[in-house]
């Protein structure tokens, strides 16, 4: 009996392994930490149907422009062109008198202290200059009768002349371009004016060629311009019905 009891125990304590080892090890169960509930997705918007949906929910008059670097009124060209500049021949115009007429055909003594500055009355270029007076009273040559003299042909298409000076500006010659206001000589008394009060004969004529005398001395009456111009409007001398038949 003992020895069963014996036998018995060694079974019992050989089959023990073996059915500790059957039986599958059980690992520890892991701590359980409280999920955190997902978030639902953001949609992502693109920007076009972002501006779409701010567009359609607040009213139109709500929106604020963005801002330009150029204003719209300066992309707008101007169409209204510039005004011809003209001056008075003679500066100071405060220090000069004049009148209507004077002459058998149209031109104007403009009487000026001696030495008063004579400027061009508008942009152009020299046409005719006379450095020297060569009037001889015993031929009264009458393309010599201005003496010191000087014309220019505007850029509005008109010769301008100014005759009777005393000297003729420095760099002032045929072909030299001019602006209004500039100067090109200073009155005086030369040529056929030699023993009368000194004066600016101006004459206003369209612009045929340099010796020209004739036209040169005046076609069209400057007295009216010449009121404009000191007054400080600026109006073109318009050339209009002028015969130029009896030019030399």
């Given at each position: 009996m003992i020895a069963m009891k014996g036998w018995g125990v060694c079974l019992i304590l050989i089959a023990l392994?073996?059915?500790?080892?059957?039986?599958?090890?059980?690992?520890?169960?892991?701590?359980?930490?409280?999920?955190?509930?997902?978030?639902?997705p953001t949609p992502t918007v693109a920007?076009?149907?972002?501006?779409?949906?701010?567009?359609?929910?607040?009213?139109?008059s709500s929106?604020?422009?963005?801002?330009?670097?150029?204003?719209t009124a300066s992309l707008t060209p101007t169409t209204t062109p510039l005004a011809r500049l003209?001056?008075?021949?003679?500066?100071?115009?405060?220090?000069?008198?004049?009148?209507?007429?004077?002459?058998?055909?149209?031109a104007t003594d403009i009487f000026?202290?001696?030495?008063?500055r004579f400027v061009a009355v508008t942009d152009g270029v020299v046409n005719f200059v006379s450095t020297k007076d060569v009037w001889n009273p015993k031929t009264n040559?009458?393309?010599?009768?201005?003496?010191?003299?000087?014309?220019?042909?505007?850029?509005?298409?008109v010769r301008y002349y100014g005759a009777h000076l005393s000297a003729i500006a420095p760099g002032i010659q045929v072909g030299v371009r001019v602006k209004a206001g500039q100067l090109l000589g200073y009155v005086g008394n030369s040529g056929d004016a030699a023993h009368k009060e000194t004066h600016l004969h101006f004459g206003i004529s369209p612009p045929t060629y340099p010796q020209d005398w004739h036209s040169r001395r005046g076609l069209?009456?400057?007295y009216?311009?010449?009121?404009?111009?000191?007054?400080?409007?600026?109006?073109?001398?318009?050339?209009?019905?002028?015969?130029?038949?009896?030019?030399?």
């Open positions: 392994p073996v059915a500790c080892s059957a039986v599958p090890e059980i690992a520890p169960p892991l701590p359980v930490s409280t999920p955190t509930p997902a978030l639902p920007p076009s149907m972002t501006a779409s949906a701010s567009s359609t929910s607040s009213p139109t929106l604020t422009p963005l801002p330009t670097d150029t204003p003209y001056v008075f021949p003679v500066q100071a115009p405060r220090d000069v008198g004049f009148s209507e007429g004077g002459h058998a055909y149209p000026a202290p001696f030495g008063a040559d009458p393309n010599t009768r201005g003496g010191l003299s000087v014309a220019i042909v505007g850029d509005d298409g069209v009456d400057p009216p311009y010449l009121v404009a111009w000191r007054a400080g409007v600026s109006v073109t001398p318009v050339l209009a019905n002028i015969d130029l038949t009896t030019a030399p």
